[in-house]
């Protein structure tokens, strides 16, 4: 454990200088702390309730190249560098990431540039906003990225981020969003990962919600390595509502732990969570889902679900969805499944002559639809059809749709 | 021509066995009609015949229009022209009645060397048979059986049946549950779709059906045995005076 963690500090220390040089001084300005934090706490172990099913220090102990380039921003509506943000970025920046999480300190450590998508009061983003990000290298790399997410007061938008990875190297993202959703503001944020088994992913999402504002974010995990995505809402204001929905599919040795908290501060506002899971061969999922209803957040409306789908008898599903009320008069339901693939129906449709192959198929892709049909964006819901199809068969290519394998 | 022969069939489910020696004999263009006690083996033997995976036949054998039936994967038998009219219909839920049908449709022509029917072929054959039900579209659009009634479940059987143009058709209890209007629409359904070229089986405790279907043969089947074998007029012997005479003179 040391170990790992000391490989990151050695390279601070070294190429400490040179990061404060190529950043943003507000990305400067918390490194110190994070240090120290780093330093203190080293990567959770398993017995850090948040990290309860995923082993940090193994997924961060591989030598990686630490990529330390600029982002380029061109063209990008609404997207800008941190360093030509339209807005004064102190008093959002690092502001709602957990300064007690070594892997999001760790981030802040080494984060030489962020990404800002500022969309400034009552206006409306027409077409959604895509983030690609693509891993590529020679050799064997580790990425922090940031992005930083503020929607003023009645703004709108739909952002895709989308993560492959191009070539066979291992790849280590680290990730930490910072989203700022202000009063009656509308975000839906969807998420979608396509990388290969040698990528590990660590996602920390902060979420903060204003009064009257709708925030729905959707990951689906179509294709990874190891996986570990957090996600912390934060509801401050009434009438707030969010939609947490996500998909997984996993087979071979990959594994996914979703982990997210919906905080209830305030009363009046409204949660829902999906997520759902296919497990094939000897892939481990993990859900932990925790609703925090809190002294006072009256009339709180909440639901979660988790259910997921074991087709082999050596896939893995940790399911713990939590539900912590402080409120007297609330509405709040919570509740996992973990199943088998239904042989009635297998038969049924192998009577009418669907192979068992792809009776299969048909039913995980049936089984996941429900999170898919969740999504108000068609022609993204219409291409997840097709990448989910063609992921179950087995034909998804790492760039599927991918520009710069053309 | 003998489409269907089965040979001293016996089957397990569990290690129970249920099928102790069956010997039926099923001609082009014939109906025939199996009646018995519940718990005699009807359902098994429906079950077996497709290939269901929870039953074991540990002696006998069955052919099908001379194949050996006993060899293939439910999916091979089907495609040969093997359809069961479940006693249950399954619900399967995100998977649309369409998908569902275009899935199995081009299963079959793959199976039979054929090109995959075109959307638009497809979906005006689904427009076609369905009227011959009359299952509203309404349904077809729908998740596979998600919420249909009992008797819209049964109708969507015949609607499956009318779309994969079977050669064998074997209806397990499809009259079970429906009303009488119901029941005329699936049994005129039924007729519709029979030529001198396809067969069936028909299972069922009442006559009322079988005055649609107008069966050449009656089986009796008691504690896994064809017991009794007659023509039509055995089925209202039944209907009058049940089974027990029949145990009586098989000496059950």
Known sequence: ?406 | MIMLQINNLHATINGKEILKGINLTVRDGEVHAIMGLNGAGKSTLSNVIVGHPAYEVTQGSITFNGKDLLKMAPEERAHEGIFLSFQQPVEIPGVSMVNFMRAALNAKRQYLGQEPMSAGDFLKLMREKRKIVELDSRLTSRSVNEGFSGGEKKRNEIFQMAMLEPTFSILDETDSGLDVDALRIVAEGFNKLRTPKTSAIVITHYQRLLDYLKPDIIHVLIGGMIVKTGGPELALEIENRGFDWIKDEAGL
């Open chain 1, 1 to 406: 454990m040391v170990e790992a963690a000391k490989q990151y500090t050695d390279f601070y220390a070294q190429a400490g200088k040179l990061i404060a040089e190529r950043s943003y001084g507000v990305m400067n300005a918390p490194r110190d702390e994070a240090l120290r934090t780093f330093s203190t706490l080293g990567f959770p172990t398993k017995k850090v309730e948040r990290y309860k099913y995923t082993d940090v220090a193994e997924d961060f102990a591989p030598n990686y190249g630490i990529g330390l380039t600029p982002l380029q921003v061109k063209g990008l509506p609404y997207c800008h560098r941190i360093s030509e943000a339209p807005i004064d970025v102190a008093p959002y920046y690092n502001r709602l990431a957990d300064k007690q999480d070594a892997v999001v300190a760790l981030n802040t450590l080494l984060s030489v540039d962020a990404l800002v998508i500022y969309v400034p009061r009552n206006t409306k983003v027409q077409h959604p906003i895509q983030i690609s990000n693509v891993l590529k290298g020679e050799q064997n790399t580790m990425v922090n990225r940031r992005i930083l997410i503020v929607l003023e007061q009645c703004a709108e938008a739909d952002i895709v981020i989308t993560d492959k990875a191009m070539d066979q190297q291992h790849f280590l993202a680290n990730q930490v969003i910072e989203v700022f959703a202000g009063d009656g503001s509308q975000l839906n944020l969807y998420e979608l990962e396509e990388t290969h088994l040698l990528c590990t992913r660590y996602s920390s999402i902060f979420l903060q919600q204003g009064r009257d504002s709708k925030v729905r974010h959707t990951s689906f995990t179509l294709f990874n390595g190891h996986t570990r995505n957090r996600l912390d809402a934060c509801l401050q204001g009434e009438g707030a509502e969010v939609v947490l929905n996500g998909c997984v599919i996993a087979d071979k040795t990959q594994h996914v732990d979703n982990n997210t908290l919906i905080d209830h501060q305030v009363g009046h506002c409204q949660s829902n969570e999906l997520y759902k899971y296919v497990l094939d061969d000897s892939a481990v999922g993990a859900f932990a889902g925790r609703i925090l209803v809190r002294e006072g957040a009256q009339k709180t409306v909440s639901n979660e679900t988790n259910a997921n789908l074991c087709a082999t008898h050596s896939a893995r599903m940790y399911t713990q969805p939590m539900l912590e009320i402080y409120a007297d008069d609330v509405k709040c339901s919570h509740g996992s499944t973990v199943g088998q693939i239904n042989d009635d129906a297998l038969f049924y449709m192998r009577q009418r002559g669907i192979s068992e192959k792809e009776a299969r198929l048909l039913l995980k892709s049936a089984f996941i639809t429900e999170v898919i049909e969740s999504i108000p964006f068609e022609p993204l819901r219409d291409r997840l059809h097709v990448l989910v199809d063609k992921r179950l068969r087995g034909e998804l290519s790492k760039c599927e749709g991918c520009k710069l394998c053309k």
